[in-house]
């Protein structure tokens, strides 16, 4: 689709996609969708998908391939993963060969959580229920992931990005990966650094599981920033 701007200049109208993973090892989400209909679609559609929880017993004497490694005396590990999928439709305008400017005119986007919780064989209740609060401190995290990512793609409507490139496709590329780098790095700020900075603070009051401390307390006093 093509459309002419007041200086008569062909602009391109495209939607593209690229998929952002950002992981963490330490600490460990329901489905919506944003779609506001103001009498016209949005121009951010958000879908937060919901939390996906896989729980793994193994042999400490061989433990599963790609499980992050135990501290002694841990029995147990939860990885925690914050996912990001954008696309993005935007007008084109060609600055020269080499260099493109984009127009944010939508956004889709969707979050993800993923929860992968290793335990040994015959872990004690208190050490798996350990576990089960990283999670919950994810989950605490993910929660308000809808609503987030809409705030930050509407903060990005109708912004102006620059791109150079080898020709004119990769310097529209190249303006593109600025608008999710944008987007992730924002989304990342507000849910997946807080949720590491708990998950810290909670191993610490629990020292790792080992604390008389019951769990959600624990995880009260994680979130609310208590050392």
Do not use: W
């Not at 093509?2 to 998929?19: E, T």
């Not at 807080?194 to 080992?210: C, V």
């Amino acid at each position: 689709m093509f459309r002419h701007g007041k200086d008569l200049i062909p602009r391109r109208r495209v939607s593209l996609g690229r998929r952002a993973f950002l992981a963490m090892a330490t600490g460990a989400v329901g489905a919506a969708l944003i779609n506001a209909a103001e009498g016209q679609r949005s121009p951010v559609r958000v879908t937060r998908e919901a939390p996906v929880v896989l729980r793994v017993e193994f042999d400490p004497r061989a433990p599963p391939y790609g499980m992050p490694p135990l501290t002694p005396p841990e029995a147990g590990v939860c990885r925690t993963t914050f996912e990001l999928d954008a696309g993005v439709t935007y007008s084109s305008l060609r600055v020269s060969r080499t260099a493109a400017r984009i127009t944010v005119d939508g956004l889709d986007i969707v979050t993800r959580v993923r929860f992968d919780i290793f335990t040994a064989h015959d872990t004690p209740a208190k050490l798996l229920a350990h576990e089960e609060g990283h999670r919950a401190i994810g989950e605490h995290y993910y929660e308000d992931a809808a609503t987030i990512a809409d705030e930050i793609g509407r903060r990005l409507i109708g912004k102006v990005f620059d791109g150079v490139g080898a020709d004119q496709e990769a310097a529209r590329r190249d303006a593109f990966n600025q608008v999710v780098a944008a987007i992730e790095r924002d989304y990342m700020a507000r849910t997946r650094t807080p949720s590491a900075a708990a998950n810290e603070r909670y191993d610490e009051i629990t020292r790792h599981g080992l604390a008389e401390i019951d769990e959600a307390e624990a995880v009260a006093l994680a979130l609310a920033g208590a050392r």
